[in-house]
C-alpha cells in the first residue's frame, strides 16, 4: 500500500484547510485511514482516524470538533477537513493505514503499518 498526502499549505489563524490522503496498491487491506502531525521539537500527535468500513471516527483531543474525517472508498481517498485553524496547529501532517487494529486502537502509531510522506501545514497569526 502507497500512501499520498496533499494540501497542505500556508493559513492564516481562523481559517480552513482540507487535506487528502490518496492510497494506492493493496487497497483492499485497509482497515482504518489515520492522521498524525508532528510540530516541531514535539513528538507526532495523534490527530483523526476512520474506519474504511462503516465510517466510524476518532479524534484527538485538540482536534475534536474542528477537524473533520471523511473517506471516498470509491476514489481510496480519505479526507482531513481542518476548520479554526490557529498557529498551534502547525505541523506536518501524516497520513496512516492499518491493516486492523491489534491492541490499543486508532490512536497508536504503531497500529498502522503504512505511512506516507507527510504534508506541511502552517498557520500564521
Known amino acids: 500500500v502507497q500512501l499520498q498526502a496533499s494540501g497542505g499549505g500556508l493559513v492564516q489563524a481562523g481559517g480552513s484547510l482540507r487535506l487528502s490522503c490518496a492510497a494506492s496498491?493493496?487497497?483492499?487491506?485497509?482497515?482504518?485511514t489515520g492522521w498524525f502531525r508532528q510540530a516541531p521539537g514535539k513528538e507526532r500527535e495523534f490527530v483523526a482516524a476512520?474506519?474504511?468500513?462503516?465510517?466510524?471516527?476518532y479524534y484527538g483531543d485538540s482536534t475534536k470538533g474542528r477537524f473533520a474525517v471523511s473517506r471516498d472508498n470509491a476514489k481510496n481517498t480519505v479526507y482531513l477537513q481542518m476548520t479554526r485553524l490557529n498557529p498551534e496547529d502547525t505541523a506536518v501532517y501524516y497520513c496512516?493505514?492499518?491493516?486492523?487494529?491489534?491492541?490499543?486502537?486508532?490512536?497508536?502509531?504503531?497500529?498502522?503499518?503504512?505511512w506516507g510522506q507527510g504534508t506541511q501545514v502552517t498557520v500564521s497569526s
Open positions: 496498491g493493496r487497497t483492499f487491506s485497509i482497515y482504518a
Open positions: 496512516a493505514a492499518a491493516r486492523w487494529y491489534r491492541r490499543t486502537g486508532a490512536a497508536d502509531q504503531s497500529e498502522y503499518d503504512y
Open positions: 476512520i474506519i474504511w468500513n462503516g465510517g466510524r471516527t
